[in-house]
């Protein structure tokens, strides 16, 4: 799915995932497919964005968010996982910290479900399959 | 009895069993559970509920009890029920002769103890409680209700069961039908050889037509003749060597087969039913206040008869949610059946359906929501089991004879358990229900309609 | 099977397919199967449930698996290792999920719960009550066998 011409030719424009003073942003991926978990890494990382953590389910996520916190500037969250699925994660995450900036990575694109996200205080949805492109845009909105 | 429990779970001498133990210390076996195998596949039971392992045979009959329940044996002084697993999952099993010896696992449930027979013990398999999966629908086959859960070890998938359930609350439904089934069967095959050898006796050159007859139906257009519809099969044999002459009755390809069989389908047979049609079959159906009436309609099709029968029920039972389940075999018929369009000579010819049409923009004619919500076409070969619950009404014409003939049997027997005891059937206009003393037959003009 | 929720799942597969390992794929004929079927050596399997119960099986051999987990992955992957299973796990998560999204568009209520994944050579899914619809893909890493057994509550 990445392939060589998918990665920019470096001179053309900064890195999307520095901050402006130059830092990396951090992100938490939170996804129970390690192959999801790898994917949105590569592509992140490509853009100089820093992968701080993964976290298998919901539960973990939270968790793990807590502990990072302030040292995380974004998280990515999968919907569909085991023991605590990804709506049931932002919720815990956005009432922990109202400013946190999660953006929903699913396969699932239902109507409802990208609504209540928003709803809830998500910042952005994307729907897999994860293209390069979507990715990169949809996650550089979202910590502007 | 001989009870091998000592023998067969703790086979091991001494020594294998503390490196085992070692083995096992470092595996994290944490759940020990007995595997078995029944009808070729591999299951297994907590073995904290198995009290032991035995072989046993001539258990004592107790009358009244579902078939799958063997009978009681005396364990050690102890009464116990025996149940065939195999019989209560509705797996088919050959006739008992009744001195077998079986192998059986007695299990603890609560404070009872039951004797469960199976194929073959396998062996106690050790695993980690952690590796064991939820049980997903997939196994809906023996009712996820009766699973705990699904576990890999070397290379074996074991469905786990849940005893205390299948022991909690006894389903007895599915071993009546099979017990049903094999009844049924029998009764039709002994029918079958008599009026065979009836007919036999009177002419046996005709009989010999008369067999090459069937076998070309059967080959030519999948048309099984059995007491369904042998009483017409043999007068239009009689008509068509008539018109043929004697030297030219067989059916030499599928176009004399369609010949042959064209007086044979039903009125409106593929097509809008017409006015007079859908009034004989407003006439006998039968009165019902119920809030919600369910219809099965295997052989769908194209789903001409099921629209003009949507209309028609509706008609009958203004105040009723009704359903229709219509089923058909052939994909690109079914699929297309939820978009069928009325064309305007049809609208001319069958304008009793009016009030149930709207326009499309196209200027055609499309059936209007309410008529198009009570039907659900599905892509289903009834062959297969299906999942439905009771229904009213079973509009089955012209399917039963294309079935294969040792399907026939099922199939009517299906009808028995769907059917509501205040229920009807239809069956093709040349067809019939042939067990009488199961269904009772009452004809109202050209209509037939069948009870329990 | 409510033919409504046939095209959705013949279309997801195909596309998804077609998206994510690039080259060609084609359909084969549908059938329906209601006896116990032996799976050819991978199954990755998606839940059901809503308006319906049931299961999408994901059927293939062990050499179609690694072929498409390579594939997904960009590089030559030659062991059915955590990452391979990861990723056959989750093309079957993908197909599911669009086909739910699309039965939604619908107006069908349908969920989906966490995908687990079998191996094994001579397993057999026992499922001599539930009729299944089978939709054979042909793509250029193999066969991969869409089984799509539901049932509707009352």
Redesign the interface.
């Known amino acids: 799915m990445i392939s060589k011409q998918d990665f920019p030719s470096i001179n053309e424009r900064p890195p999307e995932g520095l901050k402006d003073d130059g830092t990396k942003i951090r992100v938490l991926v939170v996804d129970d497919s390690i192959f999801v978990a790898k994917q949105l890494s590569q592509i992140l990382s490509s853009e100089g964005y820093e992968i701080v953590a993964t976290a298998e389910d919901g539960k973990e996520g939270v968790d793990k968010y807590k502990e990072l916190c302030p040292n995380v500037d974004l998280v990515t969250m999968d919907i569909t996982m085991p023991k605590m699925d990804g709506i049931t994660a932002l919720e815990h995450i956005m009432a922990f910290d109202k400013n946190a900036k999660v953006v929903m990575v699913s396969a699932l694109g239902k109507e409802e479900l990208v609504k209540k996200s928003l709803l809830l205080g998500a910042k952005n949805y994307i729907v897999k399959p994860l293209d390069r492109k979507k990715v990169l845009e949809r996650i550089g909105a979202a910590t502007k | 009895m001989e009870s091998v429990a000592e023998k067969d779970i703790g086979m091991q001498t001494v020594n294998e069993e503390i490196a085992e133990e070692r083995k096992e210390k470092l595996a994290n076996i944490d759940f020990k559970m007995v595997a078995f195998s029944l009808a070729g ?1 591999d299951y297994a039971i907590d073995i904290m509920k198995v009290k032991e392992i035995a072989k046993a045979g001539r258990f004592t009959y107790v009358p009244n009890t579902s078939p799958f329940v063997l009978g009681v044996y005396n364990l050690r002084g102890e009464i116990i029920p025996i149940i065939d697993l195999r019989l209560f999952f ?2 088919k099993v050959p006739e008992r002769k009744g001195d077998e010896i079986e192998n059986v696992i007695i299990v603890g449930v609560g404070e009872q103890i039951f004797g469960v027979v199976i194929d073959a013990i396998d062996k106690v398999v050790g695993i980690q409680k952690s590796s064991i ?1 939820p049980p ?8 996820i209700k009766y699973i705990s859960g699904v576990v ?1 070890s070397n ?3 074991y ?1 786990l069961l849940d005893i205390d359930r299948i022991f909690g609350a006894r389903d007895s439904g599915k071993a009546e039908i099979d017990m049903l089934n094999r009844q049924a069967a029998e009764a039709v095959n002994d029918t079958k050889k008599l009026v065979a050898e009836k007919a036999a006796d009177s002419n046996p050159q005709l009989e010999t037509e008369y067999k090459f007859l069937v076998d070309n139906l059967k080959s030519l257009r999948k048309f099984s003749v059995t007491n369904v519809n042998e009483a017409w099969v043999r007068s239009r044999l009689a008509e068509w060597t008539k018109e043929r002459g004697q030297s030219k009755i067989q059916l030499v390809d599928e176009k004399d087969a369609d010949a042959f069989l064209a007086p044979f389908y039903s009125p409106c047979n593929g097509v809008f039913w017409t006015e007079q049609y859908a009034a004989d079959i407003l006439k006998i159906l039968p009165d019902n206040k119920a809030k919600q009436i369910f219809v099965w309609n295997p052989g769908c099709g194209k789903g001409y008869e099921t629209y003009s029968l949507a209309c028609v029920l509706k008609k009958r039972y203004p105040d009723a949610k009704i359903r229709i389940y219509a089923h058909d ?1 052939d ?1 690109l018929n ?2 297309n ?2 978009l069928l369009t009325v064309p305007a000579e049809a609208v001319n010819s069958a304008s009793w359906l009016k009030p149930y049409l709207t326009t499309t923009s196209g200027g055609g004619y499309t059936f209007n929501q309410e008529i198009k919500d009570i039907i ?6 009834c ?5 439905m ?1 009771p229904v009213d009404i079973i509009f089955a014409r012209d399917i039963i004879s294309l079935l294969p003939e040792e399907f026939q049997v099922s199939f009517m027997n299906d009808f028995s358990e769907k059917l509501k005891g205040n229920g009807c059937i239809f069956v093709g206009a040349n067809e019939t229900l042939p067990d009488t003393a199961k269904w009772h037959a009452k004809t109202v003009g050209s209509v037939t309609i069948f009870s329990k | ?4 929720y ?2 959705p799942f013949v279309e997801t597969a195909f596309n998804i397919l077609q998206e994510v390992l690039g080259g060609e794929v084609r359909r084969g004929d ?1 059938y ?1 199967k ?1 006896t ?1 079927m032996p799976v050819m050596g991978v199954a990755a ?1 998606v ?3 809503g308006d319906v ?3 999408v ?1 994901f059927d293939m051999t062990m050499e179609t698996a690694l072929n498409i987990a390579s594939k997904m992955n960009g590089e030559r992957l030659n062991e059915f290792d955590a990452l391979a299973k990861a990723t056959v796990t989750e093309l079957a998560n993908l197909i599911t999920a669009q086909a739910v999204t699309k039965l939604h568009d619908l107006g069908f209520r349908f969920d989906l ?1 966490p995908p ?1 994944l ?1 191996t ?12 299944a ?1 089978i939709v054979p893909m042909i793509t250029e890493q193999g066969k991969v066998e869409v089984n799509v ?1 539901i ?2 509550h ?1």
């Open positions: 596949r509705g797996i999966q997903h629908p997939l196994f809906g086959g023996i009712s890999e290379g074996h998938l469905i075999v994909l079914v699929s059946a939820p659900m076409f599905e892509y289903h070969d062959m297969n089991n299906n999942s619950q | 099977m409510r033919v409504e046939i095209n549908l329906l209601s116990s399997l839940g059901l449930a119960e049931g299961r099986l719960t687990a079998f094994g050579d001579k397993m057999e899914i026992s499922d001599h009550e539930v009729e619809l057994a049932r509707e009352i």
